[in-house]
């Protein structure tokens, strides 16, 4: 249920209130060494960032023993670290292609670089990332039934994580955001952000299991046209089952921000081809990418637009997300249910 601070768009004028600003520490070359030495991976020779998020950066690291991906993660407890390992685990004994973790001299799968932030080191993966303008309908249907397929498999996976995506997490750090002074074109948006967010507090119920959280274009490999690889579990938790087509669709079925029907359409029909979508998820899976997008305007912005600014990771601005907002608000739940939905059930 929205609190009345909500529903009222935030009166400013209160007492500030500070936003919880985690990031992925900065490590200069020494400390990075230091940290290294917990992993029997020789000696670093090159590092590389190759793409980062919200929260995290993933590196290319070229040491005197191979080559090795390595992930900054900030907002991280142990308990957490442990909940991915497992999943790790539980996917690569079923063959699905996900990075295994390396484990530390001390039989841990991370090491603290600073509170609440670790460092994790995974095997290399076959295949690179897609820019955006190599992606294709092919490469989403893939992706649609990569995610189809863990979620049958994960059924059996018994262990548990909070998701920290929900509407209500979300609301909390918006409240604490429009009580501090912006940029006034910030701060309009950031309302219209809040007005949209209202509709999504409270949700159809659907199928829940462990989900992804993350499949975007950064977290996949490719190599030859197939999908080789997925990356990013660190936001793994449990949710709706649909959420991970939803964020998916929010990355995969754009182009330039302009939504992309048959790309969309493919992604679910992927998905729809091993794990069918039941009747609840048809008809709240238009307004969970709504909230996807939405969500995602509001962390890049409370991330970039609003001191104390990270330095750490790339730029994000999140008006592509809200943008990307607008054109579904255009495209209207009719047209998603028969020309992204639609296709689906036409191919069972």
């Known amino acids: 249920m929205a609190t009345p601070l909500l529903l009222a768009m935030f009166d400013s004028s209160g007492k500030l209130e500070r936003i919880m600003k985690f990031a992925p520490p900065q490590l200069n070359d020494r400390a990075l060494r230091h940290h290294l030495r917990a992993?029997?991976?020789?000696?670093?020779?090159?590092?590389?960032?190759?793409?980062?998020?919200?929260?995290?950066?993933?590196y290319e690291l070229n040491t005197?023993?191979?080559?090795?991906?390595?992930?900054?993660?900030?907002?991280?407890?142990?308990?957490?670290?442990?909940?991915?390992?497992?999943?790790?685990?539980?996917?690569?004994?079923?063959?699905?292609?996900?990075?295994?973790?390396?484990?530390?001299?001390h039989e841990s799968s991370?090491?603290?670089?600073?509170?609440?932030?670790?460092?994790?080191?995974?095997?290399?993966?076959?295949?690179?990332?897609?820019?955006?303008f190599e992606v294709s309908a092919e490469h989403a249907r893939q992706v649609g039934?990569?995610?189809?397929?863990?979620?049958?498999?994960?059924?059996s996976f018994r262990r548990v994580r909070r998701s920290r995506s929900t509407p209500a997490m979300?609301?909390?750090?918006?409240e604490r955001l429009l009580k501090r002074t912006m940029p006034d074109d910030v701060g309009r948006d950031a309302r219209a952000l809040g007005l949209e967010l209202v509709r999504h507090l409270t949700q159809r119920r659907m199928p829940r299991g462990v989900v992804h959280g993350d499949?975007?274009?950064?977290?996949?490999?490719?190599?030859?046209?197939?999908?080789?690889?997925?990356?990013g579990f660190g936001n793994a938790a449990v949710g709706p089952l649909a959420w991970d087509i939803a964020v998916a669709l929010c990355d995969w079925g754009f182009s330039h921000d302009r939504l992309v029907p048959d790309r969309a359409a493919a992604l679910v029909a992927g998905y729809e081809s091993v794990r069918p979508l039941e009747p609840s998820e048809r008809g709240g899976?238009?307004?969970?990418?709504?909230?996807?997008?939405?969500?995602?305007?509001?962390?890049?912005?409370?991330?970039?637009?609003?001191?104390?600014r990270q330095s750490v990771l790339r730029y994000r601005d999140y008006r592509h997300s809200m943008r990307r907002l607008d054109?579904?608000?255009?495209?209207?739940?009719?047209?998603?249910?028969?020309?992204?939905?639609?296709?689906?059930?036409?191919?069972?």
């Open 64 to 105: 005197t023993r191979g080559r090795y991906v390595m992930r900054l993660l900030a907002d991280r407890q142990p308990a957490d670290a442990r909940f991915e390992e497992a999943l790790l685990k539980h996917l690569e004994e079923r063959s699905f292609p996900v990075a295994p973790v390396l484990k530390a001299r």
């Open 215 to 231: 499949l975007t274009i950064d977290h996949a490999r490719y190599a030859h046209g197939e999908l080789r690889a997925v990356l």
């Open 327 to 348: 054109a579904l608000r255009a495209f209207g739940a009719q047209q998603f249910r028969d020309k992204i939905l639609g296709r689906g059930a036409r191919e069972r």
């Open 145 to 155: 039934a990569f995610l189809g397929s863990m979620h049958l498999a994960l059924k």
């Open 39 to 58: 992993f029997r991976i020789g000696d670093l020779v090159a590092s590389r960032g190759v793409s980062g998020g919200i929260l995290g950066m993933l």
């Open 170 to 174: 979300v609301a909390r750090q918006l």
């Open 110 to 132: 991370s090491v603290p670089v600073a509170r609440h932030a670790e460092l994790s080191l995974f095997h290399p993966v076959p295949g690179r990332s897609l820019a955006a």
């Open 285 to 308: 899976l238009f307004d969970l990418t709504r909230y996807a997008a939405t969500r995602s305007a509001i962390m890049h912005l409370v991330a970039f637009e609003v001191p104390p």
